[in-house]
């Protein structure tokens, strides 16, 4: 990269001293598109010497942020501000902010460990000195460390603010890879319709003239996510998989590829399709070893995801093998307080309980609880839904007030968050409704949960498999009411999804047979029909393993008493 810098350094000087092919103007645009490429390396090297294991982890971010230094020869890619500010104390103090502003460009691509006031300080710098193409990287740094900290007020003015200069100076590909970006902040603020707008411009801009592959490679991730997000899920699938065409196309190493196979397996979950969400998680695991080894940190991360697809599937030993890698990777890479351990940790505790390991899944929940509050503080999302996870092992304990604390408490933080409305909110809403039901409080019960499946109904759609859970706890509501008919009802369109799709849950799709078979007794329907779900149910559960035999247990004593008695011989 150095070698091509200097190239470009001598091609620009002999194209004005000696050539006299090209305008003085011309040669300070590239030397101030030059500059700003020279003070990125330096800060990739900076950052490659601080420390080996970080380096290690993530020395190919960081070399992507190196910019193309063939841009700076291209007269319609330098824009008319790009020449360094022509008196030398705002020289000076150009080269000074462009050597922060690269520290922070590479930092936050690299380690989350930017701090938002340092880029805040430097965005105020940037703008104090009026050299737009150092506001907009600054702008920019800001805006992604905003989103790192969870703040996206910040992080949509600081993207706002740089893919506007970016536009003003002419570099379509930096404006549109940052709009992309604000659009991805603005769903994650439940503004889908502002999000598909900035999606739309940013892809109108990318039209004007050829990107290069990493911009659209860039651009095809966030419209999967936007659209996911929207609840446009079969056009998030469609844009996942055409990111990951572009990265087998452009990957000679396969370096893309474990990251694209990531974010489709996301947007599959997301679209209701486990079976194929499983197969690809799992290709991305195998991909991303291939490439960086079986140790590397970044393997831990789509260990992670595996796991959570495993138990979803009812794989249940899987899961644990899996987080269990995982963890022992991070440990060995950050020790085992590294915040990275975190969500790891939290996977291992669900796929523990429902291996029926309470005693460890509890003490589990406990440390994650601890370390997210004390890390991101009591009110953010993550903390909110580690107090739901544990108000669910409180009501497993029968620590029925403990419980009910805990719970109103994870949800009243996780809406803060993400707003009333957000299908995330669905298992806390599922969770406050059946602690109402325990404590016998029906009519509380039955508002958490209908909100809960029109959260999901919203924003992933009716056939979602994520709105069978809230759907069988509703109807469990309606039954001890005693409104069975209308338990049949709510149950219909989960049972229709079961049997037609893989992809609906083990555990759901168990619990919506036996919820039907109970119902349907109830109001007279189809005895023989209602005994072949309940004994469908029981397979299930038996498939599930130790951790449900109380769940099956529980089947055979229904069984028992509505099954018809065989008579015995004379």
């Known amino acids: 990269y150095a070698a091509r810098w200097i190239d470009g350094h001598r091609s620009a000087c002999r194209a004005t001293r000696v050539a006299g092919t090209q305008s003085e103007q011309v040669l300070d645009q590239r030397m101030g598109c030059l500059a700003r490429a020279a003070a990125k390396l330096d800060a990739v090297a900076r950052f490659l010497e601080a420390d080996a294991t970080t380096a290690v982890a993530y020395a190919d971010d960081t070399l992507a942020t190196l910019p193309d230094v063939g841009q700076c020869a291209d007269p ?19 080269r000074e902010l462009m050597a922060t502003v690269a520290d922070l460009q590479v930092g936050v691509r690299g380690e ?41 007020d910040a992080a949509r003015d600081g993207f706002r603010e740089a893919a506007l200069g970016a536009l003003s100076l002419g570099n379509d590909a930096f404006a549109a890879g940052t709009l992309s970006d604000l659009a991805d902040v603005y769903a994650d603020l439940g503004d889908d319709k502002t999000a598909l707008t900035w999606l739309d411009v940013a892809e109108a801009i990318a039209q004007r003239r050829p990107l290069n592959a990493g911009t659209r490679l860039h651009l095809l991730g966030n419209r999967s996510d936007v659209l996911r997000h929207a609840g446009r899920v079969d056009d998030a699938v469609a844009a996942a998989e055409a990111e990951l065409a572009l990265a087998r196309e452009m990957s000679e190493d396969g370096e893309y590829v474990g990251g694209a196979l990531h974010n489709l397996a996301v947007t599959q979950l997301a679209a209701g399709h486990l079976q194929e969400a499983l197969r690809t998680s799992d290709e991305a695991v195998a991909e991303t070893e291939r490439v960086l080894g079986p140790d590397h ?7 992670m ?119 995330e909110l669905a298992n806390a809403l599922v969770l406050n409704g059946g602690i109402a039901r325990y ?93 072949a779900l309940a004994r469908q149910a029981r397979d299930g559960y038996v498939g599930l393993g130790d951790g449900y035999a109380s769940k099956v247990d529980d089947i055979d004593a229904w069984l028992a008493t509505v099954t018809p008695a065989r008579r015995g011989g004379r």
């Open 305 to 423: 995801n595996a796991s959570m697809f495993d138990t979803r599937a009812g794989h249940v030993d899987a899961a644990i093998a899996k987080a269990r890698r995982g963890i022992a990777i991070l440990d060995r890479w950050y020790g085992h307080e590294h915040p990275k351990v975190d969500a790891l940790l939290n996977n291992l505790a669900v796929a523990l309980r429902m291996h029926g390991d309470t005693a460890e899944a509890r003490s589990l929940f406990e440390e994650v609880q601890r370390r997210r509050a004390a890390r991101l503080g009591e009110r953010s999302l993550d903390n909110g839904e580690a107090l739901c996870n544990l108000a669910i092992m409180d009501l497993e304990d029968g620590e029925l007030a403990i419980a009910t604390t805990r719970a109103a408490e994870g949800l009243a933080v996780m809406e803060s968050v993400l707003g009333p409305d957000d299908p």
């Open 297 to 303: 940190p970044k393997l831990a991360s789509l260990l």
């Open 76 to 94: 319609d890619q330098l824009g008319a501000l790009d020449a360094l500010p022509a008196d030398p104390v705002r020289n000076a103090r150009a």
């Open 112 to 152: 989350d460990r930017v701090s938002l006031d340092a880029a805040r300080t430097a965005l105020e710098a940037a703008r104090a000195l009026a050299w737009t193409p150092l506001v907009v990287e600054a702008a920019w740094a800001y805006g992604t460390a905003a989103a790192y900290e969870d703040d996206p």
């Open 439 to 531: 404590r016998g409080d029906l009519d509380a019960s039955v508002a958490y949960l209908e909100r809960a499946v029109a959260v999901v109904e919203r924003g992933r759609g009716v056939d979602s498999p994520d709105a069978v859970n809230p759907r069988v706890e509703l109807a469990h509501t309606e039954a001890a009411r005693g409104h069975h008919a209308r338990a049949v009802e709510v149950l219909t369109p989960s049972l229709a999804l079961t049997e037609r799709s893989a992809d609906v849950p083990p555990e759901a799709a168990a619990e919506t047979r036996f919820a039907m078979a109970t119902s349907m007794v109830h109001v007279g329907g189809d005895r023989a029909r209602a005994i």
